[in-house]
Every structure is written in structure tokens, then in C-alpha cells.
């Protein structure tokens, strides 16, 4: 099971930490897995493009994020990979879990 946790302060997301697989299939083929990479790496990507000191990197094996600065674009993009990965955890119960 993909485990996701968010750590808010003051309604603004603070830290993300994401680990595990899903166990939906077998590595490569696992469309829980893939789209919660798609959800984040796009998401941390548009970040970066817009501040490369918004975020900072903790883990390379599990990924954990710091958001390090906000502003009214980083937070909708944050708040939009929520959503999105809320939506995918509706339809894979048993394969991802968000954690507040």
C-alpha cells in the first residue's frame, strides 16, 4: 500500500511523505503506483519551474517533501495534487492511503 501523509500548519500543506507500493500489479505494470507518480511528479515539477527553492528533498528512497515557500500558485498546485491523489485513494481503497 502507497502511504501518503500530510503535515499542515495554519491550513498550508508543510510536508508530504509519501512511501510503499501499491501492490495493485507487479512493478511495471501497477497503475496505482504509476499514477501516483504522474500526480507528483508533475506537480513537483511545475514547483521547481516556478521557485527551485520552494521545496526541499529529504529521502531519496521514500519521497519527502519540505515545502519551503508559499504562495498563491504553489498552494494551488499543492492543493490540486491532493485532490487528485484524494480521488485515486476513492477508487483504490486497498492500494493508497492518505494519512493527515
Not at 509519501?18 to 507528483?40: L, P, Q, R, W
Not at 515557500?69 to 487528485?84: A, P, R, S
Amino acid at each position: 500500500m502507497i502511504k501518503v501523509k500530510v503535515v499542515k500548519d495554519n491550513d498550508l500543506i508543510k510536508e508530504i511523505k509519501i512511501k510503499g507500493h501499491a501492490g495493485y500489479d507487479e512493478y511495471g505494470k501497477d497503475i496505482v503506483c504509476a499514477s501516483v507518480s504522474s500526480i507528483v511528479t508533475t506537480t513537483v515539477n511545475g514547483l521547481l519551474h516556478l521557485d527551485k527553492k520552494c521545496l526541499s528533498f529529504v529521502d531519496n528512497k521514500n519521497l519527502e517533501i519540505t515545502i519551503l515557500k508559499h504562495d498563491q500558485t504553489i498552494d494551488i498546485l499543492l492543493e490540486n495534487m491532493m485532490e487528485l491523489l484524494k480521488e485515486l485513494e476513492k477508487n483504490y481503497k486497498k492500494y493508497i492511503k492518505i494519512e493527515k
